[in-house]
């Protein structure tokens, strides 16, 4: 009997499932594919009501975490997300934050520990494929790393995926997005874009066209409404929106079976 489709995406914080993959989970469980969402943190620290930032006076980490989860739900349910699986981990924080130090922090948590635990969730669900960050993280988030690490790690060991993806941000694509909102006058647009800011053109193997489920992804967003990053996204112009949302981008970092160099779905050379 012929497994079930199946698509595993590894993520740190709750939110993290929206702006790179919340249209290809969108997409696939729209599709007929199983949808399981790994979050790997609770999200202690994340903003807490009314914008309180970890160390500030009103900060309570348990109840930030509580809240967020809460949101996950709702999130999860706009982008259809049939199983979501919460390893637990406390967040560590940005690097250089007193929470790294935290010894129950995901990012101190040994990489065989955490990875088995994935395993475990891999073998219950059998990904044909996965989906996490590269190994800066994206942007050297020191949750997103250590997610990165046990999932490559846990694909390693269980031998189960058939394919390994890492999230990707193309550099063309993110120049023109920031020369239009510097053109524009976003003040976070001024000065020149690092040359090293996103993904290497040459590196990215596949982008699925999700446009068709680009307010899924804006609902999905809200949903997260205590946490910044999601205000700073919905604030883009709507004309730059779509443009950010869809397509998304992978860079094809493992794969047992045969297929293209360039793809415009994950599940190429899986679907029957």
Known sequence: MARELTVMAVHAHPDDEVIS???ILARYAREGIRTVLVTCT????GDGPGGVKPGEDGHDPEAVAEHRLGELQESVGHLGIAH???LGYRDSGMEGWEAN???DAFANTPVEVAAAKLGKLMERYRPQVVVTYDENGGYGHPDHIQAHRIAVAATESTGIPDKLYYAAMPRARMREMFEHMRALGA???????PDDFGTPDELVTTAVDVSAYFENKVKALRAHASQADGAFMLGLPEDVQPRVFSPEYFTRHFCRISAPDREDDLFVGLRA
């Open 101 to 103: 130090k935290h010894p």
């Open 42 to 45: 609770n999200g202690e620290q």
């Open 84 to 86: 979501v699986e919460l």
């Open 21 to 23: 993959t919340g249209g």
């Open 187 to 193: 003040d976070w647009a001024e000065g020149e874009m």
